[in-house]
């Protein structure tokens, strides 16, 4: 198959662990007989550097004419530090999923086994943990209109949502809890929120066309409470943009590092896969930052935008085998780990490659 | 000292955990030689059965002339799952807080050692956390403008700050760090809300007036993630209304469980006195709900309201007393807990009484 993939690095360690998912797809695409082309658009605060638009027309032109997205990550310290900055380097990632309809953020939490020391839980809590996300995108909180008073000091947001929103997303979340283990958990904070009351209403009305689908509703409060608690409660969670971001964040223990989550956002065309971890500049530039995100997010691009199955299992198969042979990179290292066995960046990478180039000899798929 | 309480026991397990609470207040007051007079007032589901408002005006007129509210908890099952009521017994909560102006809620977060093993997270992880949490109790998109379109097809509600309202309660988080760890972590959504910008702008202008302070700024997601990674970079968290809804529930598994946890929700007249677990349906009227943290609550109340911190500590020390006596509720037992050690609500009431009145004779305060 041909496929034409735009990389999206972006800012901070987004560069580094992009150009290692990147090597991955054309090892996969090398052995499957795929032809793979590549183009790169900027984004963020590197966007802003080089254009003063954190998202410039170029990039959504460019997206919207790939197949898919490897997407790296965004964001400065410069603004963090001067919220009455006016120019965002988030904006190019908020914007990015507005221009091209990225509804659907899908989240997927599992642990790999090797991994259960690398979590602040107990390993008998997390031990066959298996959580898909649908956090909702382009609305919410995010998109509502927000502003100041005059005299600037009174600030607002407008959490908002539309029934069609909720129930795109539900759907494909039902959808999904048809081939899992057919529990949907809907989270929102129904007992305050009118938004989430109609979120509520929307999830409601749709569950009878599911019968199968065990479906519960949780107050975003004791969801971020129970997943810690007990995260192999949940099977689908469904929740809103905010509630999405916190839930998704805070579920990365579960996994034993944010370095290992991956993300697709997907649409009605072109789908954008990202590593959930962020820019972070305090590693920026030294190598040490974990790949397998990058690595876990192109294999979903495989799987749900090129619909290779096969190529994605053998992507995650590859990640696993790294793990069991031992090696580590520094954020799911344990004191246990010997210090040889922790790998920078690259170094990660080519043992990835290494496995993919072996699983193809005791094909694991 | 003379002081008059009103015992708000709202819905649910807030019956049989006030009444425990009440019990303790007693026993201090008999003991201290000080003179607590009661009433009860009505508040949520409780309240909406027996007047059709879930905060009738006597319950704010009473609570107006006491010296401090013993709280229990709102909420029913029925509204939860028809998101379209009018009426909720979660108004008469909200409305109380609003009506005394309690706009500053303290969350504190400590594990009692002998309930390392009750928590999801690791003891090694656990050991040591002591967080205050600072959240901000009147504001925020629970009081903002809310509401629907007419084809009620979009609902909205406003996540809205005013500076007063950020510079009120951050000045209480402030002076409370000095006399702690002087650690204060400020967590927000900057880098999407234009209020957490306002939020942050206020914070960051009042960080000079505390030099010896060190001021952490963290986006909510970055905090429910870090909350469980590594529970003791914290000290105080300030932050909003909605965020400090999530992580301080979230942080119920820092201390074992929710029926641990104490709050004081505090303006500049009466405070309220709250445990943060809900009405809790399922296990009302079983009499197995966990009365602690009701009982801590009336430590807070003596301690913050009444400036009695002898007799505070006292009680903490009679709950820390019957734990390590090795007594349980069942929400705090684990696989270790022996079946005859497991106690209901008013036996393990007994406990805590019997433990006041022996810590007199061994002064452990
Ligand atoms: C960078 C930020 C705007 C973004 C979000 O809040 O959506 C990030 O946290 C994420 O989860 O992708
Ligand atoms: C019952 C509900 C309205 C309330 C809140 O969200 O504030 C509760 O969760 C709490 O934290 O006190």
Known sequence: MKKHIVVIAGDGIGQ????????????????????????TALIGHAAIEATGNPLPEETITKSKASDAIL????????????????????????????????????RPIKL??????????????????????FRELTGDVYFGEKGRSDDRDTAYDTMIYSRYEVER???????????RRRRLCSVDKAN??????????????????????????????????????????????????????????????IAGSMGML??????DTTGLYEPIHGSAHDITGKGVANPLASILSAALMLDISFGMKAEA?????AVDAALK??????????????????????????QILTQLASVAENQVV
Do not use: C
Not at 95 to 100: Q, S
Not at 313 to 317: A, F, G, L, T
Not at 336 to 342: E, G, K, L, N
């Open 192 to 253: 305050v929120l009118e938004s989430s009351r109609l979120w509520r209403e929307v999830v409601q009305a749709m569950a009878p066309e599911y019968p199968d689908v065990v479906v519960e509703h949780q107050f975003i409060d004791a969801a971020a409470m129970l997943l810690i608690k007990d995260p192999r409660r949940f099977d689908v969670v469904l929740t809103g943009n905010l509630f999405g971001d916190i839930l998704t964040d805070e579920a990365s223990q």
């Open 112 to 133: 790999f086994d090797e991994l259960l020391g690398a979590s602040s839980i107990r390993p008998e809590i997390l031990k066959g943990a298996d959580i898909l996300f």
């Open 325 to 350: 042979a031992g090696y580590r990179t520094r954020d799911i290292a344990d004191a246990d780990t010997p210090d040889d066995m922790i790998l920078g960046t690259e170094a990660m990478g080519s």
């Open 262 to 267: 991956a993300s697709a956002s997907i649409g």
């Open 313 to 317: 299992e053998e992507v995650v198969s």
């Open 16 to 39: 580094e662990v992009t150009a290692v998912g990147k090597q991955v797809l054309d090892a996969v695409a090398q052995k499957y007989g795929h032809e793979f082309t590549y183009d």
């Open 169 to 179: 997303i539900a759907r494909k979340a039902f959808e999904a809890a048809m081939t």
């Open 71 to 106: 997407f790296g990550a965004v964001g400065h310290p410069k603004y963090d530090n001067d919220p009455s900055a006016k120019v965002r380097p988030e904006q190019g990632l908020l914007g990015i999923r507005k221009a091209l309809g990225l509804y659907a953020n899908l």
